[in-house]
T-cell receptor, first 116, second 113 residues
Framework: AQSVTQLDSQVPVFEEAPVELRCNYS??????LFWYVQYPNQGLQLLLK??????LVKGINGFEAEFNKSQTSFHLRKPSVHISDTAEYFC??????????????FGQGTILTVHP | GAGVSQSPSNKVTEKGKDVELRCDPI?????LYWYRQSLGQGLEFLIY????????KSGLPSDRFSAERTGGSVSTLTIQRTQQEDSAVYLC???????????FGPGTRLLVL
């Protein structure tokens, strides 16, 4: 079984400032890792994913994340945020064994609010 | 191309009534998932379909919840004798052959009065 902890429930930041949203996971097997974004009254949109290979993963909208196996972390970063980045962000994990199908386990979410 | 669609987008029902929620996955996607998003519990997995069979239904919270998938495409999640604690957003996702990324629909917001 896997679990995910998002260390900050809310992150306020000013426009054009850098931001980091923290995510730690626990698993007894190798994992795939994901970050999703949810805008108000919408479904989840994939920002980026780590399946294998390079530990630095780049996604849409200028976001990137780094997989750190020793620290079991997958923090999301953006060097300069925009007002439009205001949303809720979810870190998710899935076991990498078997067929790679199977459920995602989500963190509790981090609400990013970008102020002008 | 078309994404995952869900209907209705909103549903208000009275306690004790049955409801049906529908999901149309991305065409050709073999795997389909249902999740529930609620204030107290966050995002929870409910059930996973591979084709028309459900190899993992471990997240269904009670026997009032059931789901089926027909023709390897459309899925229906049914909640019988709804309770107020069933109020949540029900999200559907699909993924292609080979697994990997799950693509989510906009969700159905269910309110049980």
């Amino acid at each position: 079984a896997q679990s995910v902890t998002q260390l900050d429930s809310q992150v306020p930041v000013f426009e054009e400032a850098p931001v980091e949203l923290r995510c730690n996971y626990s698993s007894s097997v190798s994992v795939y890792l994901f970050w999703y974004v949810q805008y108000p009254n919408q479904g989840l949109q994939l920002l980026l994913k780590y399946l294998s290979g390079s530990t630095l993963v780049k996604g849409i909208n200028g976001f990137e994340a780094e997989f750190n196996k020793s620290q079991t972390s997958f923090h999301l970063r953006k060097p300069s945020v925009h007002i439009s980045d205001t949303a809720e962000y979810f870190c998710a994990v899935k076991g990498a064994g078997g067929t790679s199908y199977g459920k995602l386990t989500f963190g509790q979410g981090t609400i990013l609010t970008v102020h002008p | 191309g078309a994404g995952v669609s869900q209907s209705p987008s909103n549903k208000v029902t009275e306690k004790g009534k049955d409801v049906e929620l529908r999901c149309d996955p991305i065409s050709g996607h073999t795997a389909l998932y249902w999740y529930r998003q609620s204030l107290g519990q966050g995002l929870e997995f409910l059930i996973y379909f591979q084709g028309n069979s459900a190899p993992d239904k471990s997240g269904l919270p009670s026997d009032r919840f059931s789901a089926e998938r027909t023709g390897g495409s459309v899925s229906t999640l049914t909640i019988q004798r709804t309770q107020q604690e069933d109020s949540a957003v029900y999200l559907c996702a699909s993924s292609p052959l080979g697994g990997g990324t799950q693509y989510f629909g906009p969700g159905t917001r269910l309110l049980v009065l």
